[in-house]
């Protein structure tokens, strides 16, 4: 898997190392971006603004209730707060997007989380540098299952099939039996070997 920035910013501060195992919404990278401040800055805006128009929304449906105010009047603060709610719905969504959260970001400063399992095997970013969206700042391998590949004889081709159970013994643990289940049988003969490729996949307990 790969992890690109969202937006163009700077890296203030990086969390994980290569060979670093990484957890479903570990903080990478903290980025720092005038376009995240800008979203909580609308965002902040809008909330203020909401509060005020709900206070005039139930101001002027009170009054309209009491025939003091006319219906265009209730229905002007109706439609005025149905607007800055879906402004402010709006806002937080391209925030949650961007930044993955609705919660931490302070002056456009954000922690960019792993949004995968596994391990950091590649890093593409320094303190301080700047960023732009879809920058490629780590690369990562989730080992938890792999493949094991093997090549069979053409005149085997009709002793195994998809989902079969096998057992692989590896020279490098000879005292483990590892069991898994074939996941893709090869179309295409090697002319020279007369072998068909064949996958297996693997839980990975290492």
Known sequence: FEVNSPVQGRIRTIFVNLGDFVGLGQPLVQIES?????????????????????????????????????????????????????????????????????????DGVFNLSSHKLGTITGRNITVGQVVGTNHSLFKGINFSSIWASADIYEKDQNKVSLGQKV????????????????????????????????????????
Request: charged content about 25%; aromatic content about 8%; overall charge negative.
């Open 34 to 106: 005038p376009e995240i401040a800008k979203l909580a800055s609308e965002a902040n805006q809008f909330t203020a603004e909401l509060e005020l128009a709900k206070s005039t929304y139930e101001r002027e449906k009170s009054l309209y209730e009491d025939g003091i105010s006319a219906k265009k009047d209730f229905e002007a603060a109706k439609a005025n707060l149905a607007g800055i709610e879906a402004k402010l719905i709006s806002a937080k969504n391209n925030l949650n997007i961007l930044t993955g959260s609705l919660d931490g970001v302070s």
């Open 167 to 206: 057992f692989i013994m590896l020279d490098g643990i000879p005292d483990k039996v590892f069991e898994g289940k074939i996941n893709y049988i090869g179309s295409v003969v090697n002319n020279q070997t007369r072998t068909i490729p064949v996958k297996v996949v693997l839980q990975n307990p290492y």
